[in-house]
């Protein structure tokens, strides 16, 4: 496992050029971590990375987290099961399985055991009690939560911060807050922004001051740019998408990255940035995602 992880390069950085940028004299680079690895790729590498190695490191024989049908940190687990020989379970929002949807039908095809349980059992994936009857039910199993976020997670999200070119803002879309709070473990510099994906984000503040509590760092979380709330998007949105994959060959899915790309463009505009400003996009994947959102007929072309 370890001479696989050596292989996988890091990602390359973007400078994009736009006239709006000029006009604002600002400074916009993206971190293609979407081209860190073909299937495991952006935030969800990071935080599987170390968590992994864990795994390996411990008595445990299965691999076992959790995940809506669309999951994309389903998706990354799965493959990293089948790319490193690792027994996976991957425990679903149910009631049922779909084994039409392509993220699940991906999973299955890379060896995850798959088990559907109702949204009141899966409301209950953070409580002790719970996990304990996994355990006994699933036998000797290393449990990674939702979204991959834990502490093991946060400490490859921080090697991203510590790859990075000066500057003065860095901006990531925050689902569960892992992926900021990694960021501020490993940022030296001036401020980290999180673009809240959903709606009434407010108590990823704690989330986040709880992960990030040994660590100095300035970060914002900026709620207002859901778009309508977690998994919801609007035309202007996904045409910004398109758009800015056809000048810039950087494909954007309309729920985490697209949306963060399409807030920093407003705030852009806005005059949030001071003149000079050195600003870096975390692009963090999740391009599987847009298989999803076309099987549920959710993606008009322009």
Request: proline fraction near 4%; aromatic fraction near 10%.
């Amino acid at each position: 496992m370890n001479s696989v992880i050596t292989s996988i390069k890091e990602s390359p950085m973007q400078q994009i050029h736009h006239p709006l940028l000029r006009h604002h004299n600002v400074q916009l680079s993206i971190k293609r971590d979407d081209l860190y690895h073909p299937l495991i790729q952006g935030n969800k590498w990071r935080k599987l990375k170390y968590n992994l190695a864990a795994f390996q490191a411990s008595e445990c024989r299965q691999l076992l987290t959790f995940g809506g049908p669309f999951s994309n940190h389903l998706y990354a687990t799965a493959a990293a099961g089948k790319l490193f020989g690792l027994s996976t379970i991957g425990i679903v929002r149910g009631p049922e399985l779909d084994m039409h949807n392509p993220t699940l039908r991906f999973a299955h095809a890379c060896g995850m055991k798959l088990v559907a349980v109702t949204r009141k059992d899966y409301r209950l994936r953070q409580q002790k009690d719970y996990l304990n009857e996994l355990k006994q039910h699933f036998g000797n199993v290393y449990i990674l939560p939702e979204g991959g976020t834990n502490h093991a997670a946060l400490r490859g999200v921080a090697e991203l911060a510590q790859t990075l070119p000066e500057h003065d803002y860095l901006v990531c879309a925050t689902g569960s807050g892992g992926t900021l709070a990694g960021l501020c473990a490993g940022h030296t510099q001036r401020k980290v922004l999180g673009i809240a994906v959903l709606k009434n984000a407010d108590y990823l503040n704690h989330e986040i001051s709880q992960l990030t509590s040994t660590h100095h760092c300035d970060w914002q979380l900026m709620q207002h740019f859901h778009d309508g709330g977690y998994g919801r998007f609007s035309d202007k949105q996904w045409r910004f998408c398109q758009d800015f994959r056809a000048t810039y060959q950087v494909p954007l899915e309309p729920i985490y990255t697209g949306k963060m790309m399409y807030a920093l463009w407003q705030l852009i505009a806005q005059g949030y940035f001071p003149p000079g400003s050195r600003i870096i996009a975390v692009h963090t994947g999740g391009l599987q995602g847009l298989n999803g959102l076309r099987y549920r007929g959710l993606l008009k072309a322009t």
